[in-house]
């Protein structure tokens, strides 16, 4: 399937080659993600799924390629433009990468103390709504990370990532550790966030169930680069091994279960 679409392109990667000393990850790779859609990216151990995400948001730099997010070129940008990019995505890491030391409310205000100049007041309201938005009891506010659970840690990393009202949230492996109900809860919070924000969401995952619940396409991870994309329909009729093993397995097979039923 051909990347160059008629619809709106918020991030494109044209021949990206990441590699770590003579360990080739990524080799001549091409992905387009629209605008408002939830993208899911797949792909077997070791093909790299986070280590592309980080090379979109500038923290592993490729060997080769271009990248350009929401019409900026990173390679040709100065200081001044990437800094201005960076303001209008949000990142939620595993596990919410929450500083330790701060409050909830704290760590949702570290990307505002870096915006626009807030009143304390303002900050504080404006972090509040995040947290209520991300699903979290308005008591969370006040509480450490290590008060929280693994899904509340979660919630509490989505909203740091909202905290600007990005164009763009990258979410790594969202869902990993949650019991189902926890990540089924995750999986309609990003869906209906996307729908009712207008979110572009690119999404590291290896959950089935999310891929069905919440994602508008799925991007394969195979063989260095971006084997296939589309949705789950065309995942399914895919004759590639990887693929196909994926999609068909036993626990692929609970999960459109599952979908179907929810559906019906």
């Known amino acids: 399937m051909t990347e160059d679409r008629d619809t709106d392109v918020v991030i494109r990667l044209r021949g990206i080659r990441n590699q770590f000393g003579q360990n080739i990850v990524h080799d001549d790779l091409d992905l387009d993600v ?5 993208l899911g990216v797949v792909g077997g151990s070791g093909t790299g799924k986070s280590v592309l995400l980080r090379t979109i948001i500038g923290l592993q730099i490729p ?10 070129d ?3 940008a100065d200081d001044a433009a990437r800094q201005a990019l960076r303001m209008r995505w949000g990142v939620m890491f595993q596990d919410g990468a929450l500083f330790s030391s701060l409050t909830v409310r704290e760590n949702v ?6 915006a626009a100049r807030l009143a304390p007041a303002t900050r504080r ?6 947290i209520s938005m991300s699903g979290l009891p308005w008591s ?4 450490y990370p290590s008060e929280l659970s693994g899904g509340m840690r979660k919630r509490a990393g989505l909203a740091r990532a909202l905290a600007l009202d990005p164009d763009i949230v990258f979410l790594d492996e969202p869902t990993a550790g949650l019991d189902p109900i926890g990540a089924s809860e995750f999986d309609r919070l990003i869906r209906d966030l996307s729908d ?7 999404m590291v995952t ?4 999310s891929l069905h619940a919440c994602c508008d396409r799925i991007a394969v991870l195979a063989e260095k680069k971006v084997l296939v994309t589309g949705s789950m329909q065309e995942m399914l009729e895919v004759n590639h091994p990887w693929v196909h093993d994926y999609f068909h397995g036993p626990r692929a097979r609970a999960a459109l279960a599952t979908a179907d039923g929810q559906k019906g």
Not at 63 to 72: P, S, W, Y
Not at 125 to 130: N, Q, V
Request: charged residues 30%.
């Open 34 to 38: 629209c605008r408002g859609e939830v």
């Open 63 to 72: 060997a080769a390629g271009r990248i350009e997010v929401l019409g900026t």
């Open 74 to 76: 990173i390679g040709r």
């Open 109 to 114: 205000e570290v990307p505002l103390r870096g």
């Open 125 to 130: 309201a404006l972090a509040d709504l995040k």
């Open 140 to 143: 969370a506010g006040d509480k």
């Open 196 to 202: 009712s924000l207008g979110l572009t969401v690119f």
């Open 206 to 209: 290896h959950d089935l169930d």
